[in-house]
């Protein structure tokens, strides 16, 4: 099985609300990584979880607060967003090794009123 | 740094033609290199993937990719396209960076079939 699911699938909301994007995968990878992607451009990465801890921070704004909480699940927290925040948010996994095949899921499309 | 650069943002072919989208790379180490395909509001999945050895990989749904070191070009074909294979697809190369390892990718190239 090489799923990665995504909950939820469309989410709307406003720039005071909190929400929770849930990503979740039983490949026992110890990679998992969460992108943002606008319309008609590649998946820019946002963070990346190593062993469940936060390996890598893209420089993203703290009103995206990521989450590790075991070794299948990742979390994106989301709060005070702006609507240039609005895109398609993927998660993936992986081993966590140079060259691994990285397993998308299908994403959550976030529009921000 | 290790990247990808993609030709052509949009390349239109019409039904049974020969598909060929282009990937170059830059890299002073052998080069981890992936195609990816995106069909409309979905996820990114894996076409194929050259990591050593034979330098023609073959991957899902009829494609195939050559490594050639010397052109540092990773191209995509599929000898005859289907409609089913208008989407978005992404040339990717693995590094690493601060004790793990991402992907960073080319900006992507639309593919169009016309019937």
């Known amino acids: 099985d090489t799923e990665v699911t995504q909950t939820p699938k469309h989410l709307v909301m406003g720039m005071t609300n909190k929400k929770s994007l849930k990503c979740e995968q039983h490949?026992?990878?110890?990679?998992m990584y969460w992108y943002k992607q606008k319309a008609k451009k590649p998946p820019e990465l946002m963070f990346v979880?190593?062993?469940?801890?936060?390996?890598i921070n893209e420089s993203v704004p703290s009103r995206f607060s990521p989450e590790c909480p075991n070794s299948s699940l990742l979390n994106l927290h989301l709060h005070a967003l702006q609507p240039e925040d609005s895109a398609l948010y993927l998660c993936?996994?992986?081993?966590?090794?140079?060259?691994?095949?990285?397993?998308f899921g299908p994403g959550t499309r976030l529009l921000v009123l | 740094a290790q990247s990808v650069t993609q030709l052509g943002s949009h390349v239109s072919v019409s039904e049974g033609a020969l598909v060929l989208l282009r990937c170059n790379y830059s890299?002073?180490?052998?080069?981890?290199l992936f195609w990816y395909v995106q069909y409309p509001n979905q996820g990114l999945q894996l076409l194929l993937k050259?990591?050593?050895?034979?330098?023609l990989v073959k991957g899902i749904n009829g494609f195939e990719a050559e490594f050639k070191k010397s052109e540092t070009s990773f191209h995509l074909t599929k000898p005859s396209a289907h409609m089913s294979d208008a989407a978005e697809y992404f040339c990717?190369?693995?590094?690493?960076?601060?004790?793990?390892?991402?992907?960073?990718f080319g900006k992507g190239t639309k593919l169009s079939v016309i019937p």
């Open positions: 993936a996994s992986s081993q966590d090794r140079l060259g691994e095949t990285q397993y």
């Open positions: 490949m026992g990878h110890r990679a």
């Open positions: 979880y190593s062993y469940e801890k936060l390996s």
């Open positions: 890299s002073s180490v052998p080069p981890y």
């Open positions: 050259y990591t050593t050895g034979a330098t």
């Open positions: 990717a190369v693995s590094v690493s960076r601060a004790g793990s390892y991402q992907l960073t």
